[in-house]
């Protein structure tokens, strides 16, 4: 579920990865998650709410959520932290949930040094969405890039904007 959630978003793999069940809403007839610093580490530092893609929604993303009862969504919050490795500084349970999202992607055998598994969900999402006529600015919004110019910031859009555009997102064909 963590892989087609990045997939359909284009957050990055750690923003959904500390994702919790209190962080999902549905309002005027969507769903939505609500990408915020107080979940955990976030590059902007700044919250923003993403609209779900209907097909996380008939997958089953909102029953899971409700089975999460407010606690996180990809990991157990009363897990154990495995023992600190000296060379590496210690990492939160939802960095740890990140990382084995990209080793899954290079067990599917992508392989290529340089391609980051987790980074490219973003790549994907943005080209896709450009792709079917996605505003940038939406597309922008969701992802969490920062509008380019200043002119661009007075034209924030809505959460509400943001869902109706990822209608225009084609679903992915799955096995």
Known sequence: MRARFCAYSGARAGEITQLRAADIQQRD????ARLTPSAGKMKTRK???IPLHEHLIEQGFIEFVRKADGAPL???PN???EKRVEARPRQ???ERMRSQVGMWVRSLGVNDPEISPNHAWRHTFKTIA???GIDERYSDAIT???PPTTGRKYTTPTP???AEAIKKFPRYKLD
């Open 144 to 146: 969490g890039h920062v």
């Open 79 to 81: 897990e154990r932290p």
């Open 29 to 32: 007839g969507f769903w939505f």
């Open 160 to 162: 509400e904007d943001l």
């Open 92 to 94: 939160n349970q939802a």
């Open 47 to 49: 919250a923003r709410t």
């Open 74 to 76: 990809f990991y157990e």
């Open 130 to 132: 450009a792709r079917v």
